[in-house]
């Protein structure tokens, strides 16, 4: 059976006296027995605009409890009803928690009965779940079967053979689910076989992928649909009268009024939670050193130049003399134009976070501006590229750097070793510093985020440095990228906080009071030398020994 849509949804949203209409947001377990969506009054305007878009893709960002589930329980009852040939498929339910799958699928049996007519009993079985490795997992799911073949099953939890279901995935509370990228990902798969996707959710921070599709969305980058249904808008769609009907009271403006005033109360200074958990805006996270708009306001067009260059696996096994040329090609047809642009005339700084798997490494290039606003010229993110290739391609970029006026280099766990080798080539002008402990961040941090504020600092507008500078957070009062926090850059690798370290690094040696040597000829090269550099530059740096900090 289908519901007419265009006539439900020409008649008045609220046109039943407010003591008629049913208790506002029922539970699964609560629904009334006699309860008829497609009555009159029952749904709310945005739920029939919900019910009504068809689109293969659509997206639903909404404060908390204004009924889109329960809105998608019944479009998934009449297209799971539906025989094949009226476009009837599965349907599959994935929420965050186990609760949430019951109290769906106690939604789709009440309305195969009042809706489709059919007597339906809810199952609760284990779905097999088959992993790329062989094994299995058993999922525990609630299952509704129709007459046409069609079924409505509600899993648990995230099965990570996604890809192999085939009719519409419904995927409640999205920026909730432990990994939500490879759950969206992962869906994406569906469209092949004509499948569609529902994504439900409140807002989880700006930096969760949820908020990322949105954004996407709203770019035409992707074909989803975006509803925007903030609580505000299920206020005026009529929840409080529900709220009222189910009490027995009459319904007032200034009862509604007073209600929402007192629910946004409720979370008193927390004004970003409140906002995101009622209005639908997505809040920084929590604790967050800088917002999006602090970082957008210091990117400038035309600042300077981002290189980045990655290396499969088998680069690390190639002879020296191969990888070498390979990288001395790589320096001079993309470092050596931005390093031959850069102001001979100004002192320019440095600072590195390293990384050899998993993350990349991170090299920025500062040049301390007569106004002393720091304006990055040079950003070179590394990803899998060898212990000496970094050393080489390092040593090459300082060697033509103009005014070295100094550098820091992350010298925890693998970066030691670069920065011993950079302290022992370019002397005292170098800093290795250990993060250990977290003495470095507690005492510097602070002032990076300042040059935010105070606008001492520019840089090349670039979505992922943005989202590496919206990575710090107040760790236990210091300013740091917590440890298990990971984020999927624009390239599809995974970043943590990278070029905002190394930005911090260049930031704070710009204040030190380094040593800054002239340059003489060399007529051959120490041990620790970059064998890409050859004297050809006829440039040298005595060395003094770097400096150990932290």
Wanted: charged share 25%; with cysteine; aromatic share 10%.
């Amino acid at each position: 059976m289908e519901l007419d849509q265009d006539r439900f949804a020409e008649e008045p949203v609220l046109s039943r006296d407010p003591a008629d209409l049913p208790e506002a947001l029922p539970t699964g377990a609560e629904i009334p027995d006699d309860l008829d969506p497609r009555s009159a009054g029952v749904l709310m305007r945005h739920q029939v605009d919900w019910l009504a878009d068809t689109s293969t893709l659509k997206i639903a960002e909404k404060g908390r409890r204004t009924g889109i589930t329960f809105v998608e329980a019944l479009a998934d009852t009449l297209l799971a009803a539906a025989s094949r040939s009226a476009g009837g498929s599965n349907v599959f339910y994935i929420g965050d928690t186990k609760d949430k799958g019951r109290e769906f699928i106690q939604y789709v049996a009440h309305f195969a009965k009042i809706v489709a007519k059919e007597l339906a009993t809810i199952e609760e079985f284990l779905f097999e779940d088959q992993r790329d490795d062989g094994s299995s997992k058993s999922i525990a799911a609630f299952r509704v079967r129709f007459a046409s073949g069609f079924r409505v099953e509600a899993l648990s939890s995230r099965p990570e053979n996604i890809r192999g279901l085939q009719g519409t995935v419904v995927i409640d509370e999205a920026a909730y689910h432990k990994d939500v990228r490879a759950v969206l990902d992962a869906v994406n798969a569906l469209l092949i076989w004509g499948g569609k996707i529902r994504i439900i959710s409140t807002h989880n921070g700006v930096l969760n992928p949820f908020n990322e599709l949105i954004r996407e969305a709203h770019a035409g980058k992707n074909r989803y649909v975006v509803h925007n249904i903030p609580f505000s808008a299920a206020v005026e769609n009529g929840l409080f009268r529900r709220v009222c009907a189910n009490k027995g009271e009459d319904w007032t403006q200034e009862k509604q009024d007073a209600w929402e005033a007192e629910i946004r109360g409720a979370y008193g200074s927390r004004t970003a939670a409140m906002r995101q958990e009622l209005d639908a805006i997505p809040a920084e996270a929590e604790g967050a050193a800088l917002t999006r708009v602090q970082i957008e306001a210091v990117m400038r067009r035309g600042t300077g130049k981002i290189v980045r260059w990655a290396r499969d696996d088998a680069f690390k096994n190639e002879p020296p003399h191969v990888r070498q040329a390979i990288t001395l090609a790589f320096c001079e047809a993309q470092l050596k134009p931005v390093l031959e642009a850069m102001n001979p005339r100004r002192a320019h700084v440095f600072g590195c976070d390293f990384a050899r798997k998993g993350d990349g490494s991170a090299y920025v290039f500062d040049e301390i501006g007569a106004d002393l606003i720091r304006r990055r010229r040079l950003t070179l993110e590394l990803r899998n590229v060898p212990y000496e290739t970094q050393r080489d391609v390092l040593f090459w970029i300082v060697e033509r750097l103009p005014r070295m006026a100094g550098g820091a280099l992350d010298a925890t766990g693998n970066g030691a070793y670069l920065a011993e080798v950079a302290a022992q080539k370019f002397g005292g002008s170098i800093v290795e510093v250990n993060f250990s402990g977290g003495l470095w961040y507690r005492d510097n941090m602070p002032g990076y985020v300042e040059a935010f504020a105070d606008q001492s600092i520019e840089l090349e507008p670039d979505e992922d440095v943005l989202r590496d500078h919206q990575s710090l957070q107040y760790v236990g009062r210091v300013i740091k990228v917590p440890e298990d926090f990971r984020l999927l850059g624009v390239d599809g690798y995974w970043r943590h906080g990278d070029t905002a370290i190394a930005g911090a690094l260049s930031f704070w040696v710009s204040t030190q009071d380094l040593p800054e040597y002239g340059y003489t000829p060399a007529s051959s090269l120490g041990p620790t030398s970059s064998p890409l550099l050859g004297g050809s530059t006829g440039q040298s740096f005595t060395n003094y020994g770097g400096k150990v900090l932290w």
